[in-house]
């Protein structure tokens, strides 16, 4: 137990001592909300004025659409990249004093996941710092659902990153790999724009990419969904349907936990059996 | 010495990597006895690391096996892990960890006592002379500083064998004597086996025994005195106007077998003074120098392979040397003043 926590407090140390990454961590968040969010809400909100719009859709605020989807982009970036470092310990030798020790492999890759699931809460919560530009109010039922919430995504997605590392031998090789999952994950999972009017194809995608049911998840909490009128759920895409059947925040949380729980089986798997 | 059980704390049976189909280590059989201070002497390449690896579970077997401390490697990982510490050819230290941090997680891993943690970390940071720089994070250390605190870490959870993979490579001669005096000192105090590979002759001279490893196999394996005193004798060593009709003049008048490499020819004879005088007048090749030696393990090794150590790279003093050169570069940079 003790072994899984030192794994743990060595990665968020780390994350607290680099300040330089700390602080580029806020670019490309504010790129999308600020540039991004902004230019699209201004489009969208001239295109709004030329025909007749339904009452209360005039509480679409692209921004504030936006500010859950970059949440998960961030909590799911900051995850996954996380694993980098046990390729890099791999390639600077430090793996081997870990994996020379009886520590069973096992609680190496739970106090890994665990530490990177931590770094991309830390880093996922930091983007709060955004709320007072862009007018979202934030009240204790929000923070206290969206805490975990981000746990359990940055947990999943964590397993998933280190699955991928257990067997690779270089950081450029790992790189190479995670972007290739990064960009088509966050591109079809409703971070950037709402799920309505897909084209077919792209519709069965983004319901077989569990990043989808994290972003879904974040805005159902942090736009309260059950507070919203129901036009406003549907321009937001809000009402997402899975084989007809109305997905709820709890189905989502409960598929998020259960992907998150095979992914990191089979990074204990891959993990023990590699020879390191 | 005299601590010496007569426990073989290490037995080694047919030991062998292929990777494809080449082979490192040839199934190689030895054992080690509790307290020893063993070393593996050979050439870079010669298979040391490998077998080492394998012993310490941290590469995969191809055949055979080794038993250390009762546990056999392929089968009882977990409980060698426990008997052993290492110290990895190369580093190995968390760099963005302070000295501190890399021992107290080394503590974890191993499960040593907490009630006994601080005093073992403030013990083993003392033995070296790593104390004042304790909360510092490792990468600002020099490299001498790392392989210090690396021994220091392998010491922390009192192992029963300590393994150390060219403990001094790279170092200044000054902190490679310090680090000796760390080893001889643990070795005396905890009576802990140390099994360690160098391909510094020097070093070898350290050790209760001596394997000779050259292409994955076990060349010969005694102490270093049996070892020097199998090559016979002393060493002469000259340098000739013709070292090619000098092999053959001394073969055909003394029936000598003479080694010929880089420096010149070398052979052995029973006693080197009774030998010279008469040897030198009457040698139809002219001498340009001659001298006179005391057996080293490089004689052994050249004996038992047929080559010179340093045939294949620089000598430990010529290796010595570069470091210095280096370092004392580095010190000045562009002739700052
Ligand atoms: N992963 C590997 N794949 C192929 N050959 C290897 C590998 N690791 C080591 N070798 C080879 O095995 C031999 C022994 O290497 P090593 O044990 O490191 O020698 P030493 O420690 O005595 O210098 C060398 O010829 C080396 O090139
Ligand atoms: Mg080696």
């Keep these: 137990m003790e072994q899984i926590l030192y794994i743990w407090y060595r990665d968020v140390v780390k994350f607290v001592r680099d300040r330089t990454r700390l602080a580029s961590s806020f670019v490309m968040p504010f790129m999308f909300l600020i540039l991004f969010g902004n230019g699209m809400g201004g489009a969208i909100k001239s295109l709004m004025a030329s025909g007749r719009v339904p009452a209360g859709l005039a509480g679409f605020d692209f921004v504030k659409f936006m500010f859950p989807g970059i949440i998960g982009m961030t909590v799911f970036n900051t995850a996954i990249f996380s694993a980098l470092s046990i390729v890099q310990d791999r390639e600077f030798g430090f793996m081997k004093e870990i994996m020379v020790s009886p520590v069973p492999r096992v609680h190496i890759v739970l106090g890994k996941t665990l530490g990177g699931a931590t770094v991309a809460l830390l880093q996922g919560l930091l983007m709060f710092l955004f709320v007072p530009f862009i007018g979202i109010k934030l009240n204790p039922g929000i923070v206290l659902r969206v805490i975990p919430a981000i746990f359990l995504v940055a947990f999943t997605i964590s397993s998933i990153g280190i699955l991928v590392a257990s067997r690779l031998k270089t950081a450029q090789g790992f790189q190479m790999i995670i972007q290739l999952l990064v960009f088509p994950m966050l591109f079809l999972s409703g971070a950037y724009f709402p799920l309505n009017g897909m084209p077919g194809w792209m519709n069965i995608i983004v319901k077989l990419n569990p990043l989808t049911y994290a972003v879904d998840l974040f805005k159902k909490i942090i736009l309260e969904y059950d507070k919203m009128p129901e036009v406003l759920r549907q321009a937001m895409g809000l009402n997402l349907q899975v084989g007809g059947h109305l997905v709820t925040a709890a189905n989502e949380a409960g598929f998020i936990a259960l992907f998150g729980a095979v992914m990191i089986v089979l990074a204990m798997w891959s993990f023990s059996t590699v020879e390191q | ?337």
């Design chain 2, 1 to 337: 010495m005299t601590k010496n059980s007569n426990r073989d704390i290490i037995v080694v049976k047919n030991l062998t990597k292929r990777y494809g189909s080449f082979t490192a280590v040839k199934g190689i059989s030895f054992s080690v006895k509790e307290g020893e201070l063993f070393g593996f002497l050979g050439p870079n390449g010669a298979g040391k690391s490998t077998s080492i690896n394998m012993m310490c579970t941290v590469l995969s077997v191809t055949e055979g096996t080794a038993i250390l401390n009762g546990h056999d490697i392929t089968r009882d990982k977990a409980r060698v892990r426990e008997a052993i510490g290492i110290i990895f050819q190369d580093p190995s230290l968390d760099e963005n960890l302070t000295a501190l941090e890399n021992l107290k997680l080394h503590c974890v891993m191993y499960k040593v006592d907490k009630s006994v943690r601080m005093q073992r970390i403030m013990e083993v940071l003392e033995m070296t002379e790593l104390i004042d720089r304790k909360d510092s994070l490792v990468k600002t250390f020099s490299g001498g500083m790392k392989r210090r605190l690396e021994i220091a870490r392998g010491l922390l959870h009192y192992p029963k064998i300590l393994f150390l993979d060219e403990p001094t490579i790279g170092l200044d001669p000054q902190t490679r004597s310090h680090i000796w005096k760390y080893i001889m000192d643990i070795k005396e105090r905890e009576n802990i086996t140390v099994f360690l590979t160098t391909h510094y002759m020097d070093e070898a001279e350290y050790c209760d025994r001596v394997a000779i490893m050259d292409h994955g196999e076990l060349v010969v394996l005694d102490t270093p005195a049996n070892l020097k005193n199998a090559v016979g004798g002393d060493v002469i060593r000259l340098r000739t106007e013709d070292d090619e009709m000098a092999v053959a003049e001394i073969g055909k008048r003394y029936g000598l077998a003479v080694t010929r490499d880089r420096d010149g020819i070398s052979f052995s004879v029973a006693s080197g003074e009774e030998f010279m005088a008469p040897f030198i007048k009457e040698l139809p090749v002219k001498i340009l120098s001659i001298g006179m030696s005391r057996p080293t393990l490089n004689d052994v090794f050249l004996k038992f392979t047929g080559r010179a150590l340093r045939d294949e790279e620089l000598s430990s003093t010529d290796q010595l040397r570069e470091t210095m050169k280096r370092s004392r570069a580095g010190l000045r940079p562009f002739g700052r003043s």
